[in-house]
C-alpha cells in the first residue's frame, strides 16, 4: 500500500464511523432502581449532530437539566449531567450503550468510587 492509498484510507475512518453511528434522536425512558428500594421515572431527551449529542436529562420530580460533554460513539453515548443538591454541585458521568431501541446506561458520581445504579431506557416512539 503507498503512502497516498493509506493517507486517504486514515481520513475516511472518521467518516465511517459515523456512517455506522446508531439514530439515538428523541426521547428514551425508564425507570431507575435505587440501592434502598426506591424508583425514580428517568426521561432522556438527546439529539445528535455527528459526533456530539445535545438534549435533556429528567430524574422523578427533579427539574431536567442539559445534558454536558455529549458524545456518540458507534452505540456508544457518553454525557456528564450536573444537580445542585444543597449548597454543593454534583457531576454524574453517564456511559449509554444501544442496541436497537434499547439503551442501557451506568452511571458514576465524579469523585466517587461507587458505582451509581444502572437504568435500561426504552425509546419512545
Known amino acids: 500500500m503507498n503512502r497516498r492509498t493509506l493517507a486517504v484510507a ?3 475512518i472518521p467518516t465511517l464511523a459515523l456512517a455506522y453511528a446508531v439514530n ?3 426521547t428514551w425512558s ?3 432502581h435505587t440501592r434502598e428500594g426506591g424508583a425514580f421515572q428517568v426521561t432522556l431527551t438527546l439529539k445528535a449532530q455527528g459526533d456530539k449529542l445535545t ?3 429528567g430524574q422523578g420530580a ?3 437539566v442539559n445534558i454536558e460533554n455529549g458524545r456518540l460513539s458507534g452505540d456508544t453515548v457518553t ?3 450536573t444537580r445542585q443538591v444543597r449548597d454543593q454541585q454534583i457531576k454524574i458521568n ?3 450503550k444501544v442496541e ?3 439503551m442501557k446506561l451506568t452511571s458514576q458520581r465524579e469523585g466517587s468510587q461507587r458505582p451509581g445504579p444502572e437504568v435500561t431506557l426504552t425509546k419512545q416512539k
Do not use: H, K, P
Request: without cysteine.
Open 30 to 32: 425508564g425507570e431507575l
Open 100 to 102: 436497537g431501541n434499547t
Open 79 to 81: 454525557f456528564s449531567i
Open 55 to 57: 438534549g435533556t436529562y
Open 24 to 26: 439515538v434522536d428523541g
Open 62 to 64: 427533579s427539574e431536567d
Open 10 to 12: 486514515l481520513a475516511l
Open 94 to 96: 453517564y456511559t449509554g
